[in-house]
């Protein structure tokens, strides 16, 4: 009962403490202003005021200490704004009665120059009090770096889900947007601290908030789950709210034992917890790994050469944004120039997938073609290529599809290019390869897909009749 | 009136007009203060409009079709997306339901029908039980129906997304809004967004082809392929499929190229004079497609003439030369891709198996509508496989909307055949190539094929996962219009991560 009194007080506190706040600052900007002949009519309220302020300040102290002992904030943070809570209504008071009796040996200007100070801090440490002490600051920090999405979430996304930490880098920016505010260094409610991993497991004042291993019978997730009208549901009404993807993933995390030092993929995922985990690395930039593309960056290529070659008709681009690396296309223009396989040697770094099909690709200008040791894929599908000029492609080491449908190849041929330790992809449609060979292709290419074609889609009855009524007479 | 009392008033007139000008004066530089105060609140606090680098317009009026770079590299190069208008019923074709089947000509529950819309659905129709038989193909066991029995030979070639759903229940709205991300008129289609982004690698063809069938163009009209807001440059370019591909290609009878070039040439000066004037960049636009147009002369005869493959290529697609058929449009797709398109769109119109007529029938019609793409889809794939094309070609195949597990009941009467009428809340689509898993299945409906119970998926996931392959983050992909960027899927899309390879 007593409790409930001194808390139901204690609540009156963050009202109450605005009026010293107010009512002192004035009492100072009075007695300011009154030192200058034209305000000296403010003179005599300044007692009446710094009075009303000193009141205030105390009662905003005696409310303010009911407070403290019925919710858990950060102790020593507490002790320092009781403190210089009770100073300001000191200093306030002899202020009052150093207007009241001038002859108290104190200076004035002193004295309220420390009140304007004390009142400046003690509202500060307030603040930090409930707001958190990075509270001010924060959006600040969001200007400078210059993103404002921070502001929004601070949830970074993870670029690999199932390489990342499955408590630091899931769970607990969860807990960190949600949860530290009340639950955290400067403020424990109910004893709880979820900041520290020993604290967190340790709960508040009621027992444990985690049962690892049952979610279900974990006060955290009950609470979650509860109505938000509810009075016992966490985090309170007026506060954001989890997702339900965020209390999935909470939910899944304490279900399987609530591990601190485990990554996600060392703990088990269900078709329902899937969606929530990919979603976390949803937001960041996915690139598609190709392993067409070397890791290594290369320096850009010779940009004069570049123009040359888009001059003559040749499609010629970066593998993708930010990326030095080029593929280049005869497509729009299939008739190869004289100089064309030239200008691509001087490229040859940067180049990396080549389609030259249905050009008028000569033996002679494919021996140039080998030259570009960098080529990951190559395209030189309906050509007039020979076996003597596919010799020429045995130093593309990096090689990894070759198309070559549609042309005079033989096995033999394809034989010489066994050098090509890389290539997965062979595509021989259409060429003068018997069907005999396939199988001693298939076992010279034992890494390699091999592509013969020649499928074959068969008529069927139905393909060329309709399905009609069945008329009854 | 007095001479000396007009002159007070003319008096009076001129001091209240000085008061006035004073006051407004005043009024303004008093509210520009404040206005301007915020406005510069605004800007320190980072509210104003941000340039970043993936917000650019990719536009370049001189070169609109000119290849660009994806933001990473991606796997397909081009989308051949068949659409079959009208929606084909998933209940026949690929998502296999024998519990179905046990409630065959019972009174639909109730459940079912609260609060739902139907487009002709009303009262309690009966429940209708899968009208084909069923079996399962392929290493990935993929469930096809016997409709489509060369589909089902390459089942494992195939990634099904059996989750898709919507909220349209009309063609119209429901095809634009698979295909420009809203089901009202305005937005550029999804080929519109490619070519702006991608543009495309022959520039003596067009980027965006759009090829129709059925005898019918599509409900949502030509909307469905149209440009919006981006430049008109980028809008599909619809050709006919039967007789000349494009109208007047020809060069007509005492026309000689040098003089038709020659005229083009004139007009493009005139153009570029205009331009000099006004700088609005669509005359630009028309300059490169005067020029586009000129070298279609020569190049679109030769790409869009199917006569001259050879013979087992037209047994295999199952073509009909001369005529206008999906078949040819199928063909001329592999062709185009080939050629370096970028995305050709297909529309097959006549899947709305109502059961109004024996051609909408769900037992008949429908099936002769199968048997009209089934082979040539086939080929297709299996085409573009032999010629190392399937790796980059993204194949994308489904219609607006789903079929009811019920039997249409059109004003609440039986009707002459068996019809489904149009279902927003399940349907299957499937996708081949460029970097799609190959024989998987996706999404899981309940046990009626009623809705989506898991994976389930929007137009605008099949929209973002599209942009995915191509090599796009579809919430970078930006025009600027009515004062913010707008991209395809706008607010909502997410990529379908387990259908990637």
């Known amino acids: 009962m007593l409790l409930t009194i001194t808390e139901f007080l204690g609540h009156f506190h963050p009202l109450i403490v605005h009026l010293p706040i107010g009512i002192l600052l004035i009492g100072l900007l009075l007695q300011y202003l009154s030192r200058k002949e034209k305000y000296t009519a403010f003179k005599p309220a300044i007692p009446l005021v710094l009075l009303l302020g000193t009141i205030s300040a105390f009662i905003s102290c005696i409310t303010g200490y009911l407070l403290s002992m019925t919710d858990d904030y950060d102790e020593s943070l507490v002790s320092w704004h009781m403190w210089m809570g009770i100073s300001v209504a000191l200093v306030s008071f002899m202020l009052y009665a150093k207007e009241k009796n001038p002859e108290f040996a104190i200076n004035k200007k002193l004295l309220a120059l420390g009140l304007f100070v004390l009142v400046m801090i003690t509202g500060h440490l307030g603040g930090s009090l409930t707001h958190g002490s990075d509270?001010?600051?924060?959006?600040?920090?969001?200007?400078?770096?210059?993103?404002?999405?921070?502001?929004?979430?601070?949830?970074?996304?993870?670029?690999?889900?199932?390489?990342?930490?499955?408590?630091?880098?899931?769970?607990?920016?969860?807990?960190?947007?949600?949860?530290?505010?009340?639950?955290?260094?400067?403020?424990?409610?109910?004893?709880?601290?979820?900041?520290?991993?020993?604290?967190?497991?340790?709960?508040?004042?009621?027992?444990?908030?985690?049962?690892?291993?049952?979610?279900?019978?974990?006060?955290?997730?009950?609470?979650?789950?509860?109505?938000?009208?509810?009075?016992?549901?966490?985090?309170?009404?007026?506060?954001?709210?989890?997702?339900?993807?965020?209390?999935?993933?909470?939910?899944?995390?304490?279900?399987?034992?609530?591990?601190?030092?485990?990554?996600?993929?060392?703990?088990?995922?269900?078709?329902?917890?899937?969606?929530?985990?990919?979603?976390?690395?949803?937001?960041?930039?996915?690139?598609?790994?190709?392993?067409?593309?070397?890791?290594?960056?290369?320096?850009?290529?010779?940009?004069?050469?570049?123009?040359?070659?888009?001059?003559?008709?040749?499609?010629?681009?970066?593998?993708?944004?930010?990326?030095?690396?080029?593929?280049a296309s005869f497509v729009t223009d299939t008739i190869i120039g004289k100089e064309d396989i030239a200008l691509l040697q001087q490229i040859k770094d940067q180049l990396l997938w080549l389609k030259l099909s249905d050009t008028n690709l000569s033996d002679e200008q494919l021996a140039g073609v080998g030259q570009l040791a960098n080529l990951t894929k190559l395209n030189i599908a309906g050509t007039n290529i020979t076996d003597k000029g596919l010799t020429q492609l045995q130093s593309l080491q990096q090689l990894q599809y070759l198309n070559i449908v549609n042309t005079k190849i033989s096995s033999a041929g394809l034989m010489q290019l066994t050098s090509l330790k890389k290539l997965e992809s062979l595509y021989i449609y259409k060429t003068n390869t018997a069907t005999t060979d396939y199988a001693s292709l298939k076992t010279t290419f034992p890494k390699t897909t091999i592509d013969t074609g020649g499928y074959e889609v068969p008529t069927l009855a139905t393909d060329t009749t309709l399905v009609k009524e069945k008329k009854t007479y | 009136m007095t001479q000396k009392e007009l002159h007070n008033q003319r008096l009076l007139r001129e001091a209240e007009k000085a008061v006035m000008q004073m006051h407004t004066r005043r009024h303004f530089i008093r509210e520009s203060a404040m206005g301007l105060g915020g406005v510069a609140m605004a800007a320190l606090f980072g509210c104003g409009p941000k340039k970043s680098p993936a917000s650019q317009v990719l536009f370049d009026p001189a070169h609109p079709l000119m290849p660009k770079m994806p933001p990473f590299p991606g796997k397909a190069k081009s989308v051949i997306y068949l659409h079959m208008a009208g929606a084909p019923s998933q209940l026949e074709l690929f998502d296999y339901k024998p519990e179905l089947m046990k409630m065959d000509g019972q009174d639909c529950p109730q459940s079912l029908l609260e609060g739902k819309r139907f487009a002709f659905i009303r009262g309690v129709p009966k429940m209708l039980g899968p009208q084909a038989k069923f079996a399962q193909h392929g290493q990935s066991g993929a469930w096809v129906s016997e409709n489509m029995p060369h589909l089902a030979s390459i089942a494992d070639e195939l990634c099904f997304i059996k989750s898709c759903s919507t909220d349209q229940f009309n063609h119209a709205p429901a095809q634009l809004l698979v295909h420009t991300g809203t089901p009202r008129l305005g937005r550029p289609s999804i080929g519109s967004w490619v070519t702006y982004g991608l543009g495309t690698e022959n520039q003596n063809l067009p980027g965006f082809v759009v090829l129709t069938s059925g005898g019918r163009n599509p409900d949502a009209g030509k909307s469905v392929w149209g440009s919006g807001f981006l430049p008109s440059v980028y809008q599909g370019v619809q050709c006919r499929s039967e007789g000349d591909p494009v109208l007047f290609l020809n060069d007509p009878d005492g026309m000689s190229r040098d003089l038709r070039k020659a005229s083009i040439d004139a007009i493009n000066q005139v153009n570029a004079e205009e331009y000099k004037e006004y700088n609005d960049p669509e005359i630009l636009s028309r300059i490169s497609q005067y020029e586009m147009a000129y070298k279609m002369q020569i190049s679109v005869p030769e790409v869009m003439n199917i006569n001259d493959e050879p013979k087992y290529i037209h047994d295999m697609y199952g073509t009909k030369p001369g005529e206008s058929c999906f078949a040819n449009n199928v063909l001329l797709a592999r062709k185009l891709v080939e050629k370096g398109v970028r995305f050709v769109q297909l529309f097959d119109w006549g899947w709305d198996s109502h059961g109004t007529d024996a051609s909408l029938a769900i037992d008949l019609g429908f099936i002769n509508k199968c048997r009209q793409v089934d082979k040539c889809i086939t080929a297709l794939i299996l085409d573009l496989k032999q010629r190392g094309l399937l790796e980059e070609t993204l194949i994308v195949w489904g219609g607006e909307f789903g079929r009811t597990p019920m039997q249409e009941n059109r004003e609440g009467k039986k009707m002459p055949y068996k019809g489904r009428d149009h279902h927003t809340e399940a349907f299957t689509i499937w996708m081949a190539g460029a970097g799609i898993r190959k024989g998987h299945s996706y999404g899981e409906t309940d046990e009626i094929g009623y809705s989506a119970i898991s994976g389930k998926v929007e137009p605008f996931d099949i929209q973002a996962t599209i942009l995915n392959q191509l090599g796009f983050d579809h919430e970078k992909l930006t025009y600027p219009f009515q004062g913010r960027p707008f991209r395809l899927t706008d607010t909502r899309g997410k990529v379908i991560d387990e259908i990637i390879a």
């Open chain 1, 135 to 327: 509270y001010v600051t924060k959006p600040l920090k969001n200007i400078f770096s210059g993103d404002s999405d921070i502001a929004v979430s601070a949830i970074k996304p993870i670029p690999n889900v199932q390489e990342a930490a499955a408590y630091s880098d899931v769970i607990k920016p969860i807990l960190e947007t949600k949860c530290y505010s009340c639950h955290g260094a400067n403020k424990q409610k109910g004893g709880l601290r979820m900041d520290d991993s020993l604290k967190l497991m340790k709960g508040g004042k009621d027992g444990n908030v985690i049962e690892a291993g049952d979610a279900d019978a974990s006060e955290m997730i009950k609470r979650l789950m509860l109505p938000v009208d509810n009075d016992d549901h966490m985090p309170p009404k007026e506060k954001s709210q989890p997702t339900e993807q965020q209390i999935a993933l909470l939910h899944w995390w304490i279900s399987n034992g609530a591990a601190f030092d485990k990554k996600v993929k060392q703990l088990p995922q269900d078709d329902k917890i899937k969606p929530s985990l990919l979603a976390l690395q949803k937001a960041a930039v996915i690139k598609i790994e190709s392993s067409f593309i070397p890791k290594t960056p290369v320096a850009e290529a010779d940009q004069k050469v570049v123009a040359q070659l888009r001059e003559s008709g040749v499609v010629i681009l970066p593998v993708a944004q930010n990326s030095n690396y080029l593929m």
